[in-house]
């Protein structure tokens, strides 16, 4: 009897990271050997750890070189920055001056820094103790003499938590992760979003066989070992949709149109250079959302004028005249940046985010403007403020910009004030959007539901809530006939427009401009469509 046969299939929930589906075998990535170390004298145990440090440090400078995304490379950099500090081994090298061996010393040493991060009110540092258990792993590997786990394409990698250096280094083709620690924020996450990578994590994967079949659900958050053929049948289908999808948006020429001929701009959300890589500019309507917090995030310091204004000169560059619209720092909510988020907030989605934070830290927001205004004058720029809430928000962004642009000019610098707009996800916003002097409006509808709905964007259980609903679609029409009105353009770059089912809803509501993660510009495209116009 073909044991196979025995076999039931199994549903695992988690929390969805990463959006998409993989399938293949489960693979479980040990982490680093238990101590085995006997230990020998305390000048070699000394000299021991202090060649894995360095050892550590070059494997780390290798990957860094090898990354061509800025954010893994901000990554890779924090840790060598972490190993370059004395500080953080010299614990380690006391307990071997005490006797004890380089292995037990080196965790003894790390460890309490690492329940320090986990404990962290601030999830952005809680997040950080990955990095710190991902450098603690890799010190012991080279003191252990272990050579790195090799991860083959095509496997759903089962890990208890995931360093960013593995992640980086993992050739991902239709593969996928599930990790049993860890947040939708962790930087793997983060990693896995922008690369394409399905992920779900937490979920009760304990016992799992390595090589057993299994279809990761990204978009659910949902692990299905040994799937029946019914259930492999249907995610094979999403498979082979989404890459006919993709050779199609290949072979795409020509304006995106509605089944009646109506123009639609279909525009990207990115959150840097990396992902532009694989783009033809020629394909798209331009860059509707660039996220620039992820600049600011995995780094020691806040990005200098220069290095913003490299950036965003690069995306105009790349884009070709189309527009490329740069969105100012969002930090706080589920997107803190260390040095710069308030710590502590008692709701961080309440508080001190968006807009806020950036007219209480105008040292940081100079800067951004200043660099946004110097890339300005090359190419199609626009600029948008996050979390607006009332009109002054705009107002002053708007004299601040302006100063901006004189204080450039001042120095001879050239300089030039692009249209600026606000994202429309606060309900304040939207029930009154004619109060604000926006040259456009984006709408936001991630944050827009969660407020509107009163159920937290990363909430898994009120999934169910977090929905659009007909007080979304209201507002999403008030905000459209007034743009409409007015003769501005709104446009949607929340990841309900990336979700092919909504698409002919928020055509109803009269939008003509939508912005998606380039992942989802196939599927929303060919939505389009087929939509065959506003009923009557
Ligand atoms: C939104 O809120 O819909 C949005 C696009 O912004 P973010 O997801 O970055 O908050
Ligand atoms: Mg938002």
Not at 276 to 305: A, C, N, Q, Y
Not at 337 to 355: H, Y
Request: with cysteine; net charge negative; proline share 6%.
């Amino acid at each position: 009897m073909d044991h196979r046969a025995r076999r039931t299939t199994r549903r695992i929930e988690g929390w969805p990271a990463a959006p998409g589906v993989a399938s293949g075998p489960l693979m479980r990535l040990a982490a680093a050997a238990a101590v085995a170390r006997k230990g020998g004298s305390t000048a070699g145990e000394r000299q021991a750890l202090a060649d894995a440090l360095d050892a550590s440090r070059l494997d780390l400078a290798a990957l860094v070189g090898e990354m061509k995304n800025e954010e893994a490379q901000a990554i890779l950099s924090f840790q060598i920055a972490l190993l370059e500090d004395e500080n953080l081994a010299a614990p380690a090298f006391a307990l071997i001056a005490d006797g004890e061996a380089a292995d037990r010393a080196w965790i003894a040493g790390i460890d309490p820094e690492i329940a320090g991060y986990e404990q962290a009110v601030d999830p952005y540092f809680r997040a950080r103790a990955s990095d710190l258990r991902d450098l603690r792993d890799r010190v012991l590997r080279h003191l252990a003499g272990e050579v790195d786990q090799a991860v083959p394409a095509g496997v759903i990698v089962l890990a208890d938590d995931m360093p960013p250096s593995v992640f980086l280094a993992t050739d991902w083709r239709d593969g996928g992760l599930v990790l049993r620690r860890g947040s939708p924020s962790s930087h793997v996450a983060i990693l896995a979003r922008s690369r394409g990578v399905p992920m779900m994590v937490g979920g009760d994967v304990e016992g799992l066989e390595a090589g057993v079949d299994a279809v990761l659900d990204g978009d659910a958050g949902a692990l299905i070992v040994d799937p029946d053929p019914v259930l492999r049948a249907e995610y094979d289908q999403r498979l082979a949709e989404k890459s006919q999808a993709r050779q199609a948006l290949a072979s795409f020429d020509g304006p995106v149109l509605t089944a009646s001929g109506e123009p639609v701009r279909l525009m990207i959300n990115v959150t840097g250079l990396a992902e532009l890589r694989d783009i033809d500019p020629s394909k798209v309507d331009g860059i509707g959302l660039m996220r620039t917090e992820f600049l600011f995030h995995g780094r020691e310091s806040l990005p200098t004028e220069d290095e913003q204004y490299q950036i965003y000169r690069q995306m105009a560059e790349w884009a070709a005249g189309k527009p490329v619209t740069i969105r100012t720092l969002d930090a706080g909510g589920d997107k803190p940046v260390a040095g710069l988020t308030q710590a502590g907030e008692i709701n961080p989605f309440l508080g001190v985010r968006g807009v806020r934070l950036s007219l209480e830290r105008l040292d940081v927001f100079r800067l951004q403007l200043r660099a946004l205004a110097r890339a300005a004058v090359i190419g199609h720029l626009k600029v948008m403020i996050p979390m607006v809430t009332v009109p002054e928000e705009l107002d002053r962004c708007r004299a601040l910009f302006r100063d901006a642009v004189e204080e450039l000019r001042g120095e001879g610098i050239e300089a030039a004030m692009p249209p600026l707009g606000m994202m429309v996800e606060v309900p304040a916003a939207a029930l009154a959007i004619e109060d604000f002097d926006a040259d456009f409006f984006s709408i936001g509808s991630n944050d827009l539901i969660q407020y509107v709905m009163a159920a937290s964007r990363d909430e898994p259980q009120l999934a169910d809530l977090a929905r659009p609903s007909r007080a979304i679609f209201h507002l999403i029409g008030h905000v459209v006939r007034h743009a409409d009105r007015c003769g501005r353009e709104a446009s949607l770059c929340g990841d309900l427009a990336g979700d092919p089912s909504q698409v002919a809803a928020l055509l109803d509501q009269g939008l003509r401009s939508l912005s998606v993660a380039p992942g989802a510009l196939a599927p929303v495209r060919a939505a389009i469509a087929r939509y065959p116009g506003r009923p009557a």
